[in-house]
């Protein structure tokens, strides 16, 4: 049948530091990678359904285990100055250091790597391009924020108008994120376009 698939990669918020502070405290921004792929399926000339997966990554330096001594104090380099890292790498690192490093800079190694990874799930169904409905699922690991919940949501175009909707259900009780409603409003610049093109082509008739 008529289906096609999407895939797209991304990296965002590529910045230097910043500080909150003061210039002695610089922290990373959250620069993320992000790959994600959907597959449409037009199930006939009104009906049309996309399955979608998207995984995220921080590039950002995982802060290391530190060394403590007997009183439960960190140990620090009496050359450097620094913290004693016991199990991981040193945070203080340049932008690009510190972005691809963070493939392979968790104490924990490859397992706590691949729990620094984030998964979202998506089913979407539309008829004749004016509604839709949605579902979908969100999957954090329990040791990097453990943010786990289902959404659903509604979407509506009208000509160049649109809003879409969706509700949160997660997983955990009492979760700061339970009763959140999103909206999204929408405006389709192509279709004042179309709508000009139609205009010109009965104004030269």
């Known amino acids: ?38 597959f449409t399926s ?11 997966v998207e995984l995220n990554k921080l590039m950002v330096p995982t802060p290391p285990i530190y060394l403590f001594d007997s009183t439960g104090s960190i140990v620090y380099n009496p050359v450097t100055d ?29 397992s706590e ?14 008829y004749n391009q004016m509604f839709s409905a949605r579902t979908g699922y969100f999957l954090e690991s329990f040791d990097k924020g453990n943010r786990k919940y289902f959404t659903i949501g509604l979407g509506l175009r009208y000509k160049v108008f649109g809003v879409d909707l969706a509700y949160l259900i997660p997983q955990v009780n009492n979760h700061p994120l339970a009763e959140t409603l999103r909206f999204t409003l929408v405006m389709n610049f192509d279709t004042f376009r179309q709508q000009d093109s139609i205009i010109e082509e009965e104004e030269e008739n």
């Open 1 to 38: 049948n008529n289906s096609n698939i999407s895939l797209g990669a991304a990296i965002t918020n590529i910045g230097n530091k910043m500080t909150y502070s003061d210039q002695d405290n610089l922290q990373f921004i959250p620069t993320n990678l992000r790959l994600g792929s959907v």
């Open 42 to 52: 037009n199930l006939d000339p009104y009906n049309r359904l996309s399955l979608m």
């Open 82 to 110: 620094k913290p004693v890292i016991s199990k991981g790498k040193d945070p203080d690192r340049s932008l690009i250091s510190g972005m691809f490093g963070s493939f392979g800079d968790a104490p924990g190694g490859l």
């Open 113 to 126: 790597e691949l729990k620094e990874v984030t998964m979202g799930l998506g089913l979407e169904y539309w």
